[in-house]
C-alpha cells in the first residue's frame, strides 16, 4: 500500500515478494497504485515481459538509463556513467539484446578494464554498469540476473586524501598569477565549498549586503537540487565585490576564455592544482582536500559544535560530518586564530590577494 514520506512530501509505493521489498517514488498517490499494481503483475508473471526483453538492446538500455541520469543525477555523475557505456560499446556491440548479455561477458569487460587503468577503473565501471542494470530490471525487463553484479570486485590501490596544512595552502596560494584564481582558492577554504558548486556559480546567487553565499548540488537520492545559503567573511567580500568589476556581466563568477574569444564558466580543472603544489614544492592536493581542511579548521575551534559544522559543509548526516573531520598537523595552529582576518589592510586592484597585506593583516 503507498504511503507518503515525512520529510520529502513524495509517495512511495512498495510491493513485497517471497520477503524482498521493492520501492519506488511517485508523485501522487494514484501513480503509486499504478506502479505497485504493474511491478506486481510483471514479479508474479514474468513469462509475460520475456518477449519485450527479447526485443531490447543494450543501446536501448543504455539510451534510456542515460536519459534518467542526466535528469536525476549531477553532471559529473552522469559523465561518468556515459564513459561506462561508450567503453562498454568498445568492447561489445551496442546493438545486441541484452538478453544475451552474460556474466562472462561482464566479466571480460571489466578484466580487460582492469589490464588497461587499473581495478579503481574496472569496480567503476562495475559501480555504474550494475546500477543501470538494476534501473533496467524495473523499468525495462530486463534479466533479474545482473551480469554485473556477479562479475567480482577487483583490488584496488588506494591513495590516501591529501588534506594541506594552512601552511601549504597560502605557500600554493601565493603561487597563483590572477586575481580570479586567488579568490576561487581562498573562497573553496572559506566556504568548503565542493568543486562543481564554485564552478557553476553565479552572481545571483551572491548577496554582498547581507554577507551570504548559496551553493546548490545534486546529492540526494531522487537528484533534487539542493540549495544552502552560507554567511561568509568581510574579506571574501571585498575580493568578490572587486571581482564583480571583471565578470559581473557574466552570469558566473569564475569565467575562462575559449581559444575562440568566447567566455565560458568552467567545467573543469585537472591540472590546475597538481600544477600549483608543484611549484609550491608541496604534497600535491586537490580542492576537495581544501574542503577538508575547511572542516578541520572548525572542528579545531571548541566553540564551534558538531551540528554546526554540519551545517556548513552541508551534509544530511552528522556521521558523515565525523568522517570529515581531522587533527590539523603540527605547524598549522598558528595560522586558526589568523584565518578569518588572512585578508585585510589595502589591497591592490590589480590583485587583490596580494600576500603581503594578508601577512600583514596577521
Given at each position: ?7 520529502s512530501g513524495q509517495w512511495r509505493a512498495q510491493v513485497t515478494i517471497n520477503g524482498k521489498k521493492y520501492r519506488h517514488r511517485c508523485q501522487t498517490k494514484k501513480e503509486a497504485m499504478e506502479w505497485e499494481r504493474e511491478e506486481k503483475d ?156 564554485l564552478f557553476r556559480l553565479e552572481w545571483k546567487d551572491i548577496d554582498l549586503k547581507s554577507k551570504r553565499v548559496s551553493l546548490s548540488c545534486k546529492k540526494n537520492k531522487v537528484g533534487e537540487w539542493e540549495t544552502h545559503s552560507l554567511p ?131
Open positions: 500500500m503507498p504511503y507518503k514520506e515525512k520529510l510483471r514479479l508474479l508473471h514474468p513469462e509475460k515481459y520475456r518477449s519485450t526483453t527479447n526485443t531490447v538492446s543494450l543501446h536501448d538500455w543504455a539510451t534510456a538509463y542515460l536519459d534518467f541520469s542526466q535528469d536525476r543525477h549531477s553532471e559529473g555523475t552522469y559523465k561518468e556513467k556515459r564513459l561506462a557505456f561508450s567503453q562498454l560499446f568498445k568492447f561489445h556491440d551496442a546493438m545486441g539484446a541484452v538478453i544475451d548479455f552474460e556474466g562472462k561477458d561482464a566479466l571480460a569487460f571489466l578484466s580487460l578494464a582492469n589490464s588497461a587503468s587499473g581495478g579503481n577503473t574496472a569496480n567503476k565501471r562495475r559501480k555504474n554498469l550494475c546500477a543501470a542494470w538494476e534501473w533496467g530490471v524495473k523499468y525495462l525487463g530486463l534479466p533479474e540476473r545482473n551480469p554485473f553484479k556477479i562479475a567480482p570486485r577487483f583490488a584496488e590501490v588506494r591513495e590516501e586524501r591529501v588534506i594541506p596544512t594552512l601552511e601549504d595552502f597560502w605557500k600554493v596560494y601565493e603561487k597563483t598569477t590572477t586575481s580570479q584564481d586567488k579568490l576561487m582558492l581562498f573562497m573553496y577554504l572559506q566556504t568548503g565549498a565542493r568543486k562543481d558548486e561568509i567573511g568581510d574579506d571574501l567580500i571585498d575580493m568578490l565585490d572587486k571581482h564583480r568589476r571583471t565578470t559581473g556581466l557574466l552570469g558566473h563568477v569564475f569565467m575562462v576564455c575559449t581559444p575562440e574569444g568566447k567566455w565560458v564558466p568552467y567545467s573543469e580543472r585537472r591540472k590546475w592544482m597538481p600544477s600549483l603544489c608543484k611549484r609550491a614544492g608541496v604534497k600535491p592536493f586537490g580542492l576537495h582536500g581544501i574542503r577538508h581542511l575547511f572542516a578541520s579548521i572548525l572542528a579545531s575551534n571548541p566553540r564551534v559544535p558538531l551540528v554546526e559544522i554540519q551545517k556548513m559543509l552541508r551534509h544530511g548526516s552528522i556521521a558523515t560530518t565525523q568522517r570529515y573531520i581531522h587533527s590539523l598537523q603540527d605547524g598549522s595552529r598558528e595560522a586558526l586564530d589568523a584565518l578569518p582576518g588572512l585578508i585585510q589592510g589595502d589591497v591592490s586592484e590589480a590583485d587583490f590577494g596580494n600576500i603581503e597585506g594578508r601577512k600583514a593583516a596577521r
